[in-house]
């Protein structure tokens, strides 16, 4: 979770982005070659027809100026034609016969059409210009942080310190203790924005990088290069998006190809794993020991990327790389630890943090929290109730995630039955609901030993 778009979103910002990634003027500055630059230029208006020089400029992710010059090149190529002026004047391009047949073969070789990217060599040096490593995490800063949310002091203690020593956590408990809500909360301390390409162009093919469902824009992308601003040398080069730094979960669905470029052979595009995703930010593997891969093929990928802060990758002609790897990795489970990996590699993550049970006090605020966030007034004695009438008697420990659930199912029945109030009645049938009753009608010991079965360490 990220906290909101920060004021400082303006022009006082941009100017910082444009120092770190000024705005390239020619095509000689972009580190690509105008025969790179050209075919993915006639990609574009294969698919899309007749573009004038603002969308070339809009879609190439380029200055007026750099267009212009790919353009003469494809003009004096015999592949791009001017089609006339559209408003403004400004000049409108189509291919040729000769452009359409390059462009088939441009996209056969490679079938990304987007911005324009940038180098690898680039890439790596922004990763290492805005590592981790740069931001500052301090104990007043971590419990400002976590403020607003219930948690033991001794565990921020652990996580704080965990985080800025950049090595890889291990946060292991019991189902339910808040450990994936507390790990997807960790990303509100790696303070500051980051530059993510969209693309980067690795042994002639791109990789798409930039990914909308993981990285939260400060910018629109669609609008980092307004027509009015298509001949100034102002601004970052668009080619980047300016983002929060990223935060990318992943659970059981993680399979060792999506560590690897991805690559689909319909249309013949690469995407970036997603520990580059990840890049300059955070990689959660939560549910770790339910991936479809054992737990110590999953270990012995990282043991190369966390020793030597490289991660080494290929595409699918074979072409191999390497780029930075800075993240901080955490894994999540509820399986026990021993079970999962060997004692050598577990030295290998400097920090092992359980999360327990928690305390009656934590309980009630957590409750109180829940009541306040689903519109339902909040009566000590009723959470009282819970404690110490359902979880006492059926020896359930005290969860994070009990009150949220509990109160919800208690919701639905309410609206079902058109409202009203909580009280022990509907509190019993939501905790029966929530556990269910598994056992045989004659003999309830079966239910009570589930119960244990299911909440034990």
């Known amino acids: 979770m990220h906290q909101e778009a920060p004021t400082f979103h303006n022009a ?13 003027g020619s095509v000689a500055e972009t580190g690509l070659s105008v025969l790179y630059l050209g075919d993915l230029l006639v990609k574009q208006l294969f698919e899309q027809g007749v573009l004038d020089l603002h969308q070339l ?13 790919i353009c003469r090149f494809l003009r004096d190529e015999g592949r791009l034609e001017v089609r006339g002026q559209g408003q403004g004047g400004v000049l409108r391009f189509g291919l040729t016969d000769r452009g359409r ?9 490679d079938g990304y059409s987007g911005q324009a990217p ?89 990789v798409r990088c930039y990914d909308p469902a993981v990285h ?51 249309t013949h595009i690469h995407q970036a794993p997603v520990q580059l995703l990840a890049n300059n930010g955070m990689l959660v593997i939560d549910d770790l020991g339910r991936q479809r891969m054992s737990p110590t093929e999953l270990f012995n990928r990282w043991i190369v990327p966390l020793e030597e802060r490289r991660d080494f990758l290929a595409l699918s002609n074979g072409y191999h790389f390497s780029v930075p790897f800075d993240v901080a990795l955490v894994f999540s489970t509820n399986l026990d630890p021993l079970t999962l990996a060997d004692a050598a590699f577990l030295r290998r993550i400097g920090y092992k943090i359980r999360f327990s049970a928690l305390s009656r006090d934590a ?43 509990l109160l919800s199912l208690a919701g639905d029945q309410l609206a079902y039955r058109g409202g009203g ?21 004659s003999d309830g010991s079966n239910r009570d030993a589930a119960a244990n079965r299911r909440d034990a360490p």
């Open 57 to 69: 400029s809009q879609g190439l992710a380029l200055a007026g100026g750099v267009v212009e010059e």
């Open 216 to 266: 939260q824009a400060l910018d629109d992308p669609a609008e980092a290069l307004p027509a009015a601003q298509l001949y100034l040398e102002d601004g970052h080069d668009p080619r980047y998006v300016r983002c929060h730094r990223p935060c990318v979960v992943t659970g059981g669905e993680l399979t060792m190809e999506r560590l690897e470029i991805q690559y689909d052979a319909a």
């Open 363 to 405: 309980y009630l605020a957590i409750w109180q929290q829940q009541c306040q966030a689903q519109g339902l007034p909040f009566e000590p004695a009723l959470a009282e109730f819970v404690i110490d009438e359902l979880h006492a008697r059926h020896g359930v420990p005290l969860l994070a995630c009990h009150p949220r659930d």
């Open 421 to 441: 109030a909580p009280d022990r009645e509907t509190l019993s049938w939501a905790w029966q609901t929530y556990f269910g009753d598994f056992s045989d009608a």
């Open 101 to 109: 047949a390059s462009a088939l073969e441009a996209l056969n070789r």
């Open 118 to 206: 940038v180098t690898l060599e680039a890439y790596s040096a922004r990763v290492c210009s805005q590592a981790l490593s740069d931001v500052a995490i301090r104990r007043d800063t971590v419990t400002a942080a976590f403020a607003d949310t219930v948690i033991d002091p001794a565990l921020l203690d652990q996580l704080g310190p965990g985080l800025h020593s950049g090595r890889a956590m291990f946060i292991h408990g019991e189902a339910g203790t808040g450990k994936s809500y507390i790990a997807r909360r960790l990303v509100r301390l790696l303070e500051g924005e980051v530059l993510i390409p969209h693309a980067i162009l690795m042994g002639g093919k791109a």
């Open 12 to 24: 006082t910002a941009s100017r910082a982005a444009a120092r770190r990634a000024p705005r390239p």
